[in-house]
T-cell receptor
Framework: AQSVTQLDSHVSVSEGTPVLLRCNYSSSYSPSLFWYVQHPNKGLQLLLKYTSAATLVKGINGFEAEFKKSETSFHLTKPSAHMSDAAEYFC????????????FGGGTRLMVKP | EPEVTQTPSHQVTQMGQEVILRCVPISNHLYFYWYRQILGQKVEFLVSFYNNEISEKSEIFDDQFSVERPDGSNFTLKIRSTKLEDSAMYFCATFGALGHGYTFGSGTRLTVV
């Protein structure tokens, strides 16, 4: 079984400041981890994925995440927030990388102030 | 960039009616899924489909729900007799190990009135 906890339901940052969205996971087996973004009234877009290769993963739009097995964490970061980053972000876990079901975290709404 | 296409984007239906949500998966993907997101809640797994049969389903996916690939390209979710609590955004997703991994469609917003 697997589960995901996103530690903050809302995060507010000023434009140009760093972004940190926190995610902890639990998995009985080697996990694959993902971050998805959902803009208002839009679908789910993959930001980045970890599938047992490099622990520091770079994604689109300047986002990156680091897989830390000892801390069971997969936090999402970005050095400088843009207004267009305002959206809902989901941390997602699955077992392996072979088509198993995805388990979503509760989401973090990122607000970016001008 | 290959896409998963879902139709319709919005559907309003009366309680008790049957609805069919449609998805066109990425052509060389073999795993298909339906997820739903009730407004303000997390995205929940409904069902996965591989090799023309259900491979896994959640407890949400009861006898009111069914899935099929009627023509080898479309992947459909049918809700036989809709309830108010079925109102949600329904996402189709596909998985291909080479390249695109899990890809989601843009969703169908179902409103049951």
């Amino acid at each position: 079984a697997q589960s995901v906890t996103q530690l903050d339901s809302h995060v507010s940052v000023s434009e140009g400041t760093p972004v940190l969205l926190r995610c902890n996971y639990s998995s009985s087996y080697s996990p694959s981890l993902f971050w998805y973004v959902q803009h208002p009234n839009k679908g789910l877009q993959l930001l980045l994925k970890y599938t047992s290769a490099a622990t520091l993963v770079k994604g689109i739009n300047g986002f990156e995440a680091e897989f830390k097995k000892s801390e069971t964490s997969f936090h999402l970061t970005k050095p400088s927030a843009h207004m267009s980053d305002a959206a809902e972000y989901f941390c997602v876990v699955t077992i392996g990388y072979a088509g198993n079901m995805l388990t979503f975290g509760g989401g973090t709404r990122l607000m970016v102030k001008p | 960039e290959p896409e998963v296409t879902q139709t319709p984007s919005h559907q309003v239906t009366q309680m008790g009616q049957e609805v069919i949500l449609r998805c066109v998966p990425i052509s060389n993907h073999l795993y298909f899924y339906w997820y739903r997101q009730i407004l303000g809640q997390k995205v929940e797994f409904l069902v996965s489909f591989y090799n023309n049969e259900i491979s896994e389903k959640s407890e949400i996916f009861d006898d009111q729900f069914s899935v099929e690939r009627p023509d080898g390209s479309n992947f459909t979710l049918k809700i036989r007799s809709t309830k108010l609590e079925d109102s949600a955004m329904y996402f189709c997703a596909t998985f291909g190990a080479l390249g695109h991994g899990y890809t989601f469609g843009s969703g169908t917003r179902l409103t049951v009135v």
